[in-house]
């Protein structure tokens, strides 16, 4: 009885580990490890420039394809104050990356940051804030970051929307990056 329970055990044991490993080959072939993180980005679709402009005003109707960036302008910084294009997606402890409204002396009373992905298939559809400046000339600067998403889903090409009151926009782009 002794020798039958040990074969059986042994048994079952050489099975969940051929099962195991066969199944590891497998998601690892799909470029997912064992404990379920990517190891691969999943398949994006770049928007054309055509398509850019047609979700750009899909967020702000009055948008016309023309910015006039001799009246605000808008950038993105690192952590440092440093101007970048590339932004690494965040998870938390990270450091903040920082999104800058230049007024131009501009005096408006609303100024909206929208952060919307040029590619399809991103989880994360666009971020909004909305500050009241009180008609002062202030420039502005707020914290963000775009999430790491499982297979890297979230990164990619994104723009920078601002606008203001007053009619005034600008359009930043950037690369959100693993």
């Not at 490890?33 to 980005?41: H, M, T, Y």
């Not at 920078?160 to 007053?166: M, R, Y």
Request: charged share 20%.
């Amino acid at each position: 009885m002794k020798k039958w329970f040990y074969f059986t055990l042994h048994a079952v044991v050489l099975l969940a580990t051929l099962t195991f490993a066969t199944a590891s080959t497998l998601l690892a072939s799909e470029g997912i490890s064992v404990n379920g993180s990517a190891s691969a980005s999943v398949p994006k679709t770049a928007l054309s420039e055509r398509e850019i402009h047609e979700r750009i005003q899909e967020i702000v109707p009055e948008f016309t394809g023309e910015v006039r960036p001799d009246s605000i302008s808008c950038d993105i910084l690192d952590q440092n104050g440093n101007f970048v294009t590339r932004v690494v997606a965040a998870e938390i402890g990270d450091a903040a990356y920082f999104l800058e409204y230049n007024s131009g002396g501009a005096r408006a009373n609303v100024v909206d940051f929208i952060t919307v992905p040029l590619f399809e298939g991103s989880p994360l559809d666009r971020q909004f804030q909305r500050f009241l400046p009180a008609g002062d000339d202030t420039d502005i600067l707020t914290p963000f970051g775009i999430p790491v998403w499982a297979f890297d889903a979230t990164t990619g090409p994104w723009a920078l929307i601002v606008k203001n009151d007053l009619g005034d926009m600008a359009v930043c782009r950037f690369r959100v990056v693993p």
